[in-house]
């Protein structure tokens, strides 16, 4: 038997520990975790939507209606007139014939490999992809190869090593990348799995609702449509503020998800009431385009700022800004001040990025203000060696 504690013990030691923390109030910038007041530089919720009142009115509204839980999976008697609304509001809002509901971001990811996928089929990733995309290999027992991160020219070679196998080729990567902020090459990636016959996926759980000219994300803001990337999955827990997520594309995908992938299947709906929230979002996200303006205007805001601390930061247009630190207790040590001077921005360290790349993983919202992203700044540049 496996000895817990001594293995406990060995993470506090090597700084890679993780702690919970008890938010008092709503996801918002200023909040109040474990008892005290905190501006957070921390939360997905890049458009400031989790406690928007519209949102919160249509939650309520949806509870009288739906109640608080839907009872029973979607293909049982769990599928609400609310969900089937929303599912196909997403399909208009990204472009593509339908979109299917699955209560996680990681549970879609993992849905749609193993729908997809069998033994002895090809998975190409790029390496810097999220964990879910990466533990779906495990879920369907394909033969996982990760390209070098961002390299459309090692994805290339690795296909071309394929051409003449007959068996299933799925290309799945991150649309934009959740520890370093950057963009997939994913104009380049769709060109190259057209050519190879390969399905190609894009995880925007980051990109949507904060890119392109309507926030529809990634694919949105490179000009792709659903002829060039397939497979779409998004989630509705970050910009668009409520939970959840969705993969969209054509009628046949979807039906063949919704026969065969073991994560819709086999698992109770999300609560309606959260589907009413989600949609109400979607018309927020249409209505209000200065959230989206206001978003980008505080990233180029910190940025400048940044660089004139002499700040290392990565090739983020994002709201996601990594100032790296390169050593997980130096990481932990900065994230410690900043809490003692009032900022929640948290430490991320191995395994999630590689050795050497700990780092700060400062997210903005449309729900800062300009002082608040100019008061972060000032702290970092007095810890800044």
Known sequence: MRDLAAELARRRAGDRYRTRRVLEGPQAPRQTVDGRPLLAFCSNDYLGLAHHPRLVTALKRGADRYGVGAGAAHLVNGHSRAHHALEEELAAFTGRERALLFSTGYMANLGVAQALLG???????????????????????????????????????????????????????????????????LPALAAHAAAAGAWLMVDDAHGLGVLGATGAGSLEHLGLDARQVPILMGTLGKALGTAGAFVAGSEALIETLIQSARTYIYTTAMPAAVAEAAREALRVVADEPGRRHRLQAHVRRFRAGAAQLGLALMP????????????????????????????????IRPPTVPEGGARLRVTLSAAHHEDEVDRLLEVLGELHP
Do not use: K, W
Request: net charge negative; with cysteine; charged share 30%.
């Open 119 to 185: 033994r002895r089929d090809h998975l190409l990733q790029d390496r810097l992809n999220h964990a879910s995309l990466i533990d779906a290999a495990a879920a369907c027992g394909a033969r996982l190869r990760r390209y070098r991160h961002g390299d459309e020219g090692d994805l290339a070679r690795r296909l071309g090593a394929l051409e003449g196998d007959e068996r299933e080729i799925l290309v799945s990567t991150d649309g934009v990348f959740s520890m370093d902020g950057d963009l997939a090459p």
């Open 316 to 347: 983020s247009r994002t709201p996601i800004q990594p100032v790296l630190v390169g050593e997980a207790g130096r990481a932990v040590e900065l994230s410690r001040r900043l809490l003692e001077a009032g900022f929640l921005v948290p430490a």
